[in-house]
């Protein structure tokens, strides 16, 4: 058994910060106040939550009333389609997205299909690229949301945000933003991207799992998803993960101070692993070549199955993915791949590898030591 993992599978999900620990720690022991409690413990519980919120707010551009902390990234997306679509009924039923969205996005479209909606998939380019002028195309009079991914969890392309934005603004069309895969690397800056909605995963950025954060602008209406109390100002009814919610911000908050820092060192050490990967017979980068995620090295090998290349690399103690870690476990060829027109055969031998701000050069070493003997076997 190999003495330590080389993780590669940052997209999938990150370990927590100790930094983020230690600012959570408290609310489990000491500070377990229920947060609409009005005695002092309630008070310093929505104390911490309103101090993340700004702390966030304070990341996006936005005012702390537009930010809703909630159990995902899924449920963030969630809340911005499902609440979107269902408050905006009476103005039209037709919703675009693009077909390399994640599940959460693309079963929600699916499931409100159910309900009488119409869903506009914008096709991508050979690199997973959204066209602006297509999402521009594709609206009609009955447009009442676009919904686009920020940056691609399996290949990593940069989408061109600003811009569907600002066709979006122009066309007064509510924009939706899933940045899940962006948190931590790119700027989120909600007025600079023109987004009306964001949603945000704090595991992705080496925050604790099951804390969602949805960035809503002023004026935008959603129909909340869950019934109950009326925490999050009636947006998400629950209550409120305290320590979770103090996690997410100070991992938002962290990941942004460090990101000068350790951006550049990344895509270093990504460029290496592509450089040399490249250089196996029938290998082929997947995604754009330059707008790409700082950690995302993604490829798919001709003639070779994903899963037995991840096996192989278990076996040295080397975890990384094919094609979404969501979707591993099914023998299904990617969609992302199949809407960028990789061949099916091709899309079968995916391997993605995303790295994070603890992987060194000797990971790096390691993975293109043993990478061409695996896929030669
Ligand atoms: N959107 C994208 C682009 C993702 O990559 C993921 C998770 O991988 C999600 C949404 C869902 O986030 P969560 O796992 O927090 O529900």
Redesign the pocket.
């Known amino acids: 058994m190999p003495e330590r993992t080389i993780y590669l599978d940052h ?3 990150t370990a927590l910060d100790a930094r983020v620990l230690d600012a959570m720690l408290p609310y489990f022991t000491t500070e377990y106040g229920n947060a609409s409690s009005i005695y002092t413990l309630g008070r310093h519980a929505m104390q911490a939550i309103d101090s993340a919120r700004e702390q966030v707010a304070d990341i996006l551009g936005c005012r702390p009333t537009e930010v809703t902390f909630t159990g ?6 969630n809340l911005a389609i499902k609440g979107m679509a269902f408050a905006s009924q009476k103005k039209g039923n037709h919703l675009i997205t693009s077909p390399i ?5 693309l079963y929600t479209c699916q499931y409100l299909e159910r309900f009488g909606f119409r869903t506009t998939y914008v096709p991508v380019d050979t690199y997973g690229c959204i066209n602006p002028d297509d999402v521009g195309r594709a609206i009609t009079d009955e447009t009442i949301l676009v919904s686009m ?5 399996e290949v990593g392309t940069i989408e061109p945000i600003t811009e569907i934005g600002r066709i979006c603004r122009t066309r007064k069309i509510p924009f939706h933003v ?4 962006a948190g931590g690397s790119l700027s989120l800056d909600v007025v600079e991207l023109n987004a009306d909605l964001l ?1 945000l ?4 950025f080496y925050g604790p ?2 804390v ?1 954060i949805l960035y809503a602008r002023q004026g935008m209406r959603l129909l909340p998803q869950l019934q109950g109390g009326s925490q999050e100002r009636g947006k998400r009814a629950g209550t409120e993960n305290v320590a979770g919610i103090v996690g997410a911000a100070t991992a938002l908050h962290l990941a942004d101070e460090d990101m000068p820092k350790v951006m550049p060192y990344i895509i270093a050490l990504r460029d290496r692993l592509i450089a040399g990967l490249l250089t196996i017979p029938g290998s082929l980068l997947t995604g754009h070549p330059t707008d790409r995620l700082a950690n995302n090295a993604s490829f798919v090998f001709e003639g070779v199955e994903g899963e037995s290349i991840l096996l192989n690399l278990d076996l040295l103690g080397i975890a990384a993915s094919t094609g ?3 979707t591993s476990g099914s023998v299904d060829p990617s969609h992302v791949l199949l809407a960028m027109h990789v061949p099916v055969e091709l899309a079968h031998g995916s391997l993605r590898l995303t790295l994070g701000k603890d992987n060194t050069d000797e990971d790096a070493d390691t993975v293109l030591a043993v990478l061409p003997g695996i896929i030669e076997k």
Do not use: F, P
């Not at 969205?101 to 996005?105: G, Y």
């Not at 991914?149 to 969890?153: S, T």
């Not at 899933?178 to 895969?181: F, N, R």
């Not at 995963?201 to 992705?204: I, L, Q, T």
């Open positions: 997209a999938a999900t995902c990234g899924s449920e963030s997306d969205e994640h599940h959460a996005v991914m920020y940056a691609n969890n899933d940045a899940v895969q949603s995963s704090a595991h992705k799992k099951g969602g979404s870690a969501c």
